[in-house]
């Protein structure tokens, strides 16, 4: 996976914890905007993976 984007990821999913705490619930507004906009983030990160070919080595 793009270190970037993994970056992100991280930096969404302690965001989106730090948020929820400060609000007191994961249903808040401002909780659920934070977790979609890191559903997309996991959405490309898994698109990216799918299209890098897996090589399987004979042993």
């Known amino acids: 996976m793009d270190s970037q984007l ?3 990821i ?3 999913r302690k ?3 730090m948020t ?3 609000k ?3 249903l808040h507004k401002d909780v659920i905007a934070i977790s979609q906009l ?3 983030h ?3 990160a898994q698109n ?3 299209k890098v070919p897996v090589l399987e080595f004979a042993l």
Request: glycine share 4%; hydrophobic share 40%; no cysteine.
């Open 10 to 12: 991280e930096m969404l």
């Open 38 to 40: 890191l559903d997309e």
């Open 15 to 17: 965001q989106m914890e």
């Open 24 to 26: 007191g619930s994961l």
């Open 48 to 50: 990216m993976k799918k």
């Open 20 to 22: 929820a705490a400060q």
């Open 42 to 44: 996991v959405l490309r």
């Open 6 to 8: 993994n970056k992100k």
